[in-house]
Every structure is written in C-alpha cells, then in structure tokens.
C-alpha cells in the first residue's frame, strides 16, 4: 500500500498505482487546458467589451479563476511528487522510512541506497509497464503479484555470478 485517496475513495498501491498515477497527469492537463480556456476567453471578452460599451469584467471569470488556479497548482505539486517516487521506484511510505534509513546511516558512516532503485528507465518500466505507448493508458495488467519485486541488489547478483 501507498497511501489512501480520497479523490478515488481508494487505497494506492501496486495493483492500481499506474492508474492513480494518470488520473493526477490527466487531471494537470485538463486544469492547464481549462486555465488556456478561461485565459482566452477572457481576454477575448473583454476587448470585446471594450469595443462595445468601454470597459466591464464578467465575474463568474474570476469565480472560474479563484477555483482553478489553486486546483491546477495544487494537482501539479501532486504530480511533481509522484514523479519524483516513480523515478526512484519509491512509495510515499518507503520515502518517508528512506529519510530515517539515511540519517541513521549517515550517523553511524554509512551510505544508505534504496534497495528498489533500479535507475530512471527500469524504475518507470516497473510502474508504467514494458511498452512506452501504454504508460499514458490506465491498465495495469503487466504488474506481477506483488508479492516480489526486483532489486538493486538482484543485478549487481547476477553480474557477480557470471
């Protein structure tokens, strides 16, 4: 499990991360295609306005406004965020267990390397599946049991034995 989200009334975890993870990227792209609609609009009314009667500002732009702004930003910083885990193959939880497993590493001289790790291009294959035309598509049936996943240490393994 990832955590709980209330936007889907759901727990996020491995059967249905890759879904939750393009409803937020569909969501950023739908709140910045809609502020490009309501920009426009806009602007296109009131010169519009201007010409006819001089000058007038419809409200309900700015009600539109005062309520996407806010929504896209914050969907955005949420997107951000996924982002960043996706890349280095982490969950919420794991990244906040991660920050105590490096301070109590750096504390006694070590260096603390998330098992999971596999680099960008591996990491993202493990969350949005093998075919790159997919990844924007919510299905997630190349996902395993979950009750297995490969590590870091797997092929650093697999090198050593050859």
Same mark, same amino acid.
Not at 21 to 29: E, P, Q, R
Not at 36 to 56: E, F, I, K, N, T
Not at 69 to 77: D, H, M, R, Y
């Given at each position: 499990?990832?955590?709980?989200?209330?936007?889907?009334?759901?727990?996020?975890?491995?059967?249905?991360?890759?879904?939750?993870? !393009?409803? !937020?990227? #569909?969501?950023?792209?739908?709140?910045?295609?809609?502020?490009?609609?309501? !920009?426009?609009?806009? &602007?296109?009314?009131?010169? $519009?306005?201007?010409?006819?009667?001089?000058?007038?500002?419809?409200?309900?732009?700015?009600?539109?406004?005062?309520?996407?702004?806010?929504?896209? !930003?914050?969907?955005?910083?949420?997107?951000?965020?996924?982002? #960043?885990?996706?890349?280095?193959?982490?969950?919420?939880?794991? #990244?906040?267990?991660?920050?105590? &497993?490096?301070?109590?590493?750096?504390?006694?001289?070590?260096?603390? $390397?998330?098992?999971?790790?596999?680099?960008?291009?591996?990491?993202?294959?493990?969350?949005?599946?093998?075919?790159?035309?997919?990844?924007?598509?919510?299905?997630?049936?190349?996902?395993?049991?979950?009750?297995?996943? $490969?590590?870091?240490?797997?092929?650093?393994?697999?090198?050593?034995? $050859?």
């Amino acid at each position: 499990m990832d955590h709980h989200c209330v936007w889907i009334n759901n727990c996020v975890g491995h059967a249905n991360y890759k879904v939750f993870f !393009v409803f !937020v990227l #569909y969501s950023v792209t739908a709140g910045i295609h809609s502020l490009v609609l309501l !920009v426009g609009s806009a &602007a296109y009314d009131v010169h $519009r306005d201007q010409q006819q009667s001089g000058s007038s500002f419809k409200t309900p732009y700015v009600i539109c406004g005062v309520l996407l702004v806010p929504l896209t !930003v914050a969907l955005s910083i949420l997107l951000g965020w996924h982002i #960043y885990l996706i890349l280095h193959n982490k969950t919420t939880i794991e #990244y906040h267990e991660g920050v105590r &497993a490096m301070w109590l590493a750096e504390k006694v001289g070590n260096v603390y $390397r998330h098992p999971y790790d596999l680099g960008v291009y591996e990491n993202l294959v493990s969350v949005l599946g093998p075919n790159i035309l997919s990844w924007i598509c919510p299905t997630s049936r190349h996902i395993g049991s979950g009750l297995r996943f $490969r590590t870091s240490y797997d092929s650093t393994l697999s090198t050593i034995s $050859r």
